[in-house]
């Protein structure tokens, strides 16, 4: 361990110094440390406390990293080394945890990396795992993956049809298996287990439960001073164990994750104008899918029920009306599929007015912005039999009074 600190200290040295001392030798030599702290960090034989000070200290210099002559070579040394080691250890989903914590900044790294030309021939190398990991990785990591994937695919296009098709059959398995598991999503979780430690939790049963993060609690063993050695002045050391309740957080699988649905629509978007020639059929399978999903829906028993969360049904009526804007973006591509399901889409839309609440002005605003594309389409004559119903200003803008005042001209415009 030794050794790993005289790294860490020599290699912030080396980051410190002037750059424009870039003779071969110096290059050489700080190369080498970097590598050093590198594979300290993926060295499973090494504390957690080592791997994530030595990762610290990479992430705190990743932009100097960009001005150095030889950076190339630092880039593959972070893709062949993180990303393996990313693919090859297991996802945790238990906050705090040295282990996450880990995997985030190594994620983060690569989320940080200046966007470049000199990062251009290692994109494909790093998008190819990044799209796998996604699919096995926790809620808090799959965000930070999916942003990578939207970014280097805006700024390089690379073609990835493969990973792309893979990916998109991913999104369809999540959407699908969201109508089996609606009465799981809005009920607000706990889990407590005060006489049992972390360790003897069956943490894969309460994942399988869970849509979004929640709250564990669990007992902890710790010794504390007894009363004797506080009011003595005998140097040992007297301690009896303490029982006391600890509090962790566990993070939703990617695939359950009602928040990283909510991004989805995004990224689909983008994989649309890149890929849609290549993959025309795996995006028109997703248009009927994405219609019954926006039929989804609590019902009564369940927004009356106390335990029912608001916060999860508003994230959940957000990744709708995303889906709702992804199908008025692809409308006209695939209008024969829209018009074959315009049943759905009819009452979709006049759920989506209804469920929406009154204060979540955007949210409607969203919503009715989607409407105006189906609307100014061949698809308007499928509204022809419901204008009574749209034309309903408590249904349209609902009763809240901001919403009115707001969203009245949009509406009536569209």
Same mark, same amino acid.
């Given at each position: ?63 100097v ?10 880039i ?17 989903f238990?906050i ?72 998109l059959q ?6 699908r ?37 929640? *709250?564990? #609690?669990?007992? %902890? ?8 050695? =506080? @009011? +003595?002045?005998?140097? !040992?050391? $007297? ?62 028993? *369940?927004? #009356?029920?106390? %335990? ?8 959940? =009526? @957000? +990744?709708?009306?995303? !889906?709702? $804007? ?8 695939y ?20 469920g ?26 499928l ?22 005042? +707001? ?8």
């Open positions: 361990m030794a050794n790993n600190v005289i790294v860490d200290t020599h290699y912030t040295q080396n980051m410190n110094r002037s750059v424009t001392s870039d003779s071969e030798t110096y290059q050489q030599c700080n190369y080498q440390q970097f590598q050093m702290l590198v594979h300290s960090v993926v060295d499973q034989l090494n504390t957690d406390e080592v791997r994530l000070k030595h990762l610290q200290n990479i992430s705190d210099n990743i932009e990293l960009s001005t150095l002559p030889n950076y190339p070579a630092y593959d040394l972070l893709v062949k080394n993180f990303l393996r080691s990313l693919i090859e250890t297991d996802t945790v238990i705090p945890s040295n282990a996450q914590t880990i995997r985030k900044q190594m994620i983060e790294i690569f989320h940080r990396l200046p966007i470049s030309e000199v990062l251009r021939p290692f994109v494909k190398d790093i998008l190819s795992p990044i799209f796998k990991l996604l699919t096995k990785e926790n809620e808090e990591n799959a965000l930070l993956l999916l942003r990578i994937i939207v970014e280097y695919m805006k700024q390089f296009r690379p073609q990835m049809i493969n990973e792309v098709r893979e990916f991913f999104v369809h398995n999540v959407y298996q969201k109508a089996s598991a609606l009465d799981q999503i809005f009920t607000t979780k706990t889990f407590s287990y005060p006489t049992m430690t972390i360790n003897e939790i069956d943490i894969i049963n309460i994942i399988e439960q869970i849509c979004s993060s929640v *709250q564990l #609690t669990v007992k %902890k063993i710790q010794n504390l001073p007894t009363q004797s050695s =506080l @009011t +003595t002045d005998d140097t !040992t050391n $007297s301690s009896s164990p303490q029982v006391v309740l600890d509090t962790f957080t566990i993070l939703s699988r990617a695939s359950h994750s009602v928040k990283l649905l909510a991004e989805f629509p995004v990224a689909i978007v983008l994989l649309y104008q890149l890929c849609r020639q290549s993959l025309q059929i795996e995006f028109g399978d997703l248009v009927p899918l994405f219609l019954r999903y926006l039929t989804l829906q609590p019902n009564k028993e *369940q927004k #009356t029920d106390s %335990k029912f969360n608001m916060e999860i049904y508003i994230e959940f =009526l @957000t +990744t709708q009306a995303k !889906t709702l $804007s992804f199908l008025a973006f692809v409308g006209k591509t209008q024969d599929q829209l018009a074959s399901n315009s049943e759905l889409l009819v009452i979709a839309l006049l759920q989506l007015l209804d929406c609440p009154p204060e979540n002005v955007q949210l409607r605003k969203d919503i009715i912005v989607a409407a105006r594309h189906f609307l100014s389409s061949d698809l308007r004559t509204f022809v039999p419901h204008v009574k119903r749209f034309f309903d200003e408590n249904l349209l803008l609902s009763i809240g009074y901001t919403a009115r005042e +707001t969203l009245k001209p949009l509406a009536y415009n569209t």
